[in-house]
C-alpha cells in the first residue's frame, strides 16, 4: 500500500512538473502568436427574450496553436494576464470585434442599429491609462458608435473599486458605451454598491440558471432569479442569463422576466458569418 501511494505521489508530481513546463512554453509563445496571428475570436449570439430576436453577440478569443490546436481562454488569457500581454491581446480583440460589428450593421441595412458587439475586459485593461482613449480610437477607426459597444466586466473586478478606479468605465458610459457586470452573483458585491457602478446590465452567472434546464425546477433558484431581476429593473438594469442550454430554461427566464439570452439552446460561439444569417433572418 505504501509503494502504490508512493507511485501516486510520483505520477502527481510528474504531472504537475509537466503543467509548470506545458505553462511556460505556452506563456513564452504568446506574443509571437499575437504577431503570428494565431488568435481568432468566434462570436455567440444575444437574444431578446422577449422575442427570439438576436441583439449582437460576444467576442470569445481563442488560440489556434501550431501544435496543441485550438486553445480555449481558460488556458491562456490567465497567462495573457500575467505577463502583460493581455493589453495588446484585448486591444486587437477590441479592434476586430468592432470592426466586426460594422460589417454586421452594414448588411443589416436600416434594421443593423440594435446590433451590438459585447467584448471581455480583463482587470489589467481597466487599470490600464489608455483605457478610454484607446476604446475611442478603436470605435472611430471602426466607424462605430459607442451605444453598438458593450464592454463585460467582471463583478470580482469591481469589488472595492474606489471613484478613482470607477472614472474611465463612468468615462466610457458617459459616451453611451454600455458597461456589463459580468458572473454577476459569484462575488459579494452588496447591492448598494450596485447602485454606484456605471453599469447598465448585470449578466447573470450561469451557475443560477443551472437549476432550471429540465423539471424538476429547482424552486429556490426560480427565487433567487425572481429577486435579481426585481433588483435590477428596480435600478434600471437590464439582466442577461448565461449558459441557456434547454427549451424550458429559455421559457422559464423569459417568464421571469430575463431580458436577454445567450447559449447554447441558442447557438454555440462560432464563425462571424453566422451572425449575419440569424441578424439577416430577423431583419426580414
Ligand atoms: P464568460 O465571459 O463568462 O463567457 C461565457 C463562457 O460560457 C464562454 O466560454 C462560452 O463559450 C460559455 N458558454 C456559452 N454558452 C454556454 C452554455 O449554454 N453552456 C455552457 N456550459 N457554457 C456556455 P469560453 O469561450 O471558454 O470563455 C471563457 C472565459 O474566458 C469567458 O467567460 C471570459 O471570462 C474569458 N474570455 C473570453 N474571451 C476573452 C477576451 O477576449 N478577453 C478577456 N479578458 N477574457 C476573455
Ligand atoms: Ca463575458
Ligand atoms: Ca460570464
Ligand atoms: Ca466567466
Avoid at 486587437?92 to 459585447?118: I, K, P, T
Wanted: with cysteine.
Amino acid at each position: 500500500a505504501k509503494a502504490a501511494g508512493g507511485n501516486r505521489y510520483e505520477l502527481a508530481d510528474a504531472d504537475s512538473n509537466a503543467r509548470v513546463i506545458a505553462r511556460h512554453s505556452l506563456t513564452n509563445g504568446l506574443p509571437a502568436a499575437l504577431e503570428r496571428g494565431e488568435f481568432f475570436i468566434e462570436y455567440q449570439p444575444l437574444v431578446r427574450l422577449a422575442d427570439g430576436t438576436v441583439r449582437g453577440a460576444e467576442a470569445l478569443v481563442r488560440w489556434l496553436h501550431p501544435t496543441h490546436g485550438v486553445l480555449g481562454p481558460d488556458q491562456f488569457i490567465p497567462l495573457a494576464e500575467d505577463t502583460g500581454l493581455i493589453v495588446p491581446l484585448g486591444r486587437w480583440v477590441l479592434e476586430q470585434a468592432a470592426r466586426q460589428a460594422r460589417d454586421w450593421r452594414d448588411a443589416a441595412g436600416g434594421d443593423g442599429d440594435r446590433l451590438r458587439v459585447n467584448v471581455n475586459l480583463s482587470p489589467c485593461q481597466l487599470s490600464h491609462p489608455s483605457l478610454v482613449s484607446d476604446t475611442v480610437a478603436v470605435l472611430e477607426d471602426a466607424g462605430l458608435c459607442p451605444s453598438a459597444l458593450c464592454l463585460e466586466v467582471t463583478e470580482n473586478d469591481l469589488i472595492g473599486a474606489d471613484e478613482d478606479a470607477l472614472r474611465p468605465l463612468r468615462q466610457l458610459a458617459d459616451l453611451g458605451v454600455d458597461i456589463a457586470l459580468d458572473d454577476f452573483g459569484t462575488g459579494y458585491s452588496n447591492l448598494s454598491y450596485l447602485r454606484r457602478l456605471p453599469v447598465s446590465t448585470l449578466k447573470l452567472d450561469r451557475s443560477f440558471t443551472r437549476g432550471m434546464q429540465r423539471a424538476p425546477i429547482d424552486p429556490v433558484d426560480v427565487k433567487i432569479v425572481e429577486g435579481i431581476v426585481s433588483l435590477a429593473h428596480t435600478l434600471d438594469l437590464a439582466v442577461t442569463v448565461e449558459g441557456v442550454e434547454t427549451a424550458v430554461q429559455a421559457e422559464y427566464l423569459r417568464g421571469l422576466g430575463c431580458d436577454t439570452a445567450q447559449g447554447w439552446y441558442y447557438a454555440r460561439p462560432g464563425p462571424p458569418e453566422r451572425l449575419h444569417t440569424l441578424a439577416l433572418a430577423d431583419a426580414s
